[in-house]
């Protein structure tokens, strides 16, 4: 999983939506916290009493800019995001208590009577953005929001003695913010739950647009988008990759003479008995079309890929289908083969050689398996 590619289970696109919101949404505040303070400290009675104080505290948020705008999300798993988010989170408390103290300062000392309302400005204008902006983590977001707000507020309910109405007016509008956290983060789940459930059904769609509705095996489409690749990993690998392809034998008949639910009777017992032949995790079983089969078999040899076939093509023959409460004797003609570097240039070539094999298996009487 990238940074850039969703993940598709749930809980791991939830924390990849969240780590995706949190690095855009983070990106401009850290500019605005430095300008903040710029401002403060520049429109204050005397700056150049306070210079160490003024380059100090810009180098500080200039850091914390930089720590943000460096903070790239990783290429990893989910527990890598997980990682980068708490982190990236720890960043946000340390910028949102430091601009929580500078405006307690600001509040306090008499030299930045001037700038107080830049100050306060600034706060509000955080606070507010936080709570409408970073509401994908609720308790996060509050503790945020308090350690930008509560120690002006101490500030001016120790110091304020003729700013009783802006602490008043500050305390209400923290408890809105609070109220708007909540909302906020609740709209933020209702619009996640709806991407989840958009995802799922892209899935689903996926899934079905991939699986034959009648045997639900494997259609042609995903035999086209797979196929290609198990051959290139064997070409790259080296390890043998088995193909098997089957034809049920005059199949035209069983629909000509007991219908055609008949025949999609025999083709789903077909399909069943296949699941009980080639049963491994890794066998991909496939209805390429018709009463035509296929079964792509990785880290197969050819001498193991040939048994399983030849044993399927026997137990058919002996056995037949019982479908509509009657015996149907069908039989199969099957072509094998195995990836050959020699003799195969790419995935159509080794395709044309199998198939040219269930060609001859077929001309030459049906019911037996000949090998590419």
């Known amino acids: ?6 993940p598709r289970q749930p809980q791991a696109f939830a924390l990849w939506r969240e780590a995706q919101d949190t690095r855009v949404r983070t990106r401009l505040g850290g500019i605005y916290y430095l300008l903040a303070w710029l401002l403060s400290w520049l429109f204050s009675t005397a700056p150049a009493d306070h210079l160490m104080l003024g380059l100090a505290g810009s180098a500080f948020f200039a850091l914390m800019l930089a720590l943000r705008l460096l903070h790239r999300l990783p290429d990893g798993q989910p527990s890598d995001l997980q990682r980068w988010v708490d982190h990236h989170w720890v960043l946000i408390f340390i910028t949102a208590l430091s601009w929580g103290l500078a405006h307690a300062w600001f509040l306090h000392h008499p030299l930045y009577v001037e700038s107080r309302l830049i100050a306060t400005l600034s706060t509000i204008a955080f606070t507010t953005a936080l709570a409408f902006n970073f509401s994908m983590r609720k308790g996060r977001a509050a503790i945020a929001l308090l350690l930008l707000y509560l120690p002006g507020l101490g500030t001016l309910a120790l110091n304020g003695n003729d700013r009783h109405a802006v602490l008043l007016t500050l305390t209400i509008y923290l408890s809105y913010l609070l109220l708007a956290l909540s909302r906020s ?19 689903s769609l996926e899934i079905l647009s991939r699986t034959d509705s009648l045997t639900q ?21 080296g390890d043998p990759l088995s193909l098997v392809l089957l034809d049920i034998d005059f199949f035209k008949r069983v629909n000509d003479e007991h219908g055609h639910a008949c025949g999609d009777a025999c083709l789903s017992a077909f399909a069943e008995r296949m699941r009980e032949v080639f049963r491994r995790d890794s066998d ?17 040899s050819l001498e193991q890929a040939h048994q399983l076939a030849e044993n399927f093509r026997k137990e058919l023959a002996r056995h037949g289908f019982d479908v509509h409460g009657m015996n149907l004797p069908l039989t199969a003609s099957l072509g094998v083969g195995c990836f050959d570097m020699h003799l195969d240039q790419n995935a159509e070539s080794f395709f044309k050689r199998v198939d040219d094999a269930l060609y001859l298996a077929k001309s030459a009487g049906r019911d037996r398996l000949v090998l590419a």
């Open 217 to 237: 095996l494997g259609n042609r489409y995903q035999f086209n988008s797979l196929f290609p690749v198990l051959v290139a990993n064997a070409q790259r690998q």
């Open 1 to 6: 999983m990238s940074a850039i590619d969703p």
């Open 284 to 300: 991909a079983l496939l209805r390429l079309g018709g009463e035509e089969f296929g079964v792509l078999m990785p880290h197969t």
């Open 185 to 203: 983060h609740r709209e933020y789940r209702d619009t996640l739950n709806l991407e989840l459930k958009l995802l799922e059904q892209q899935e």
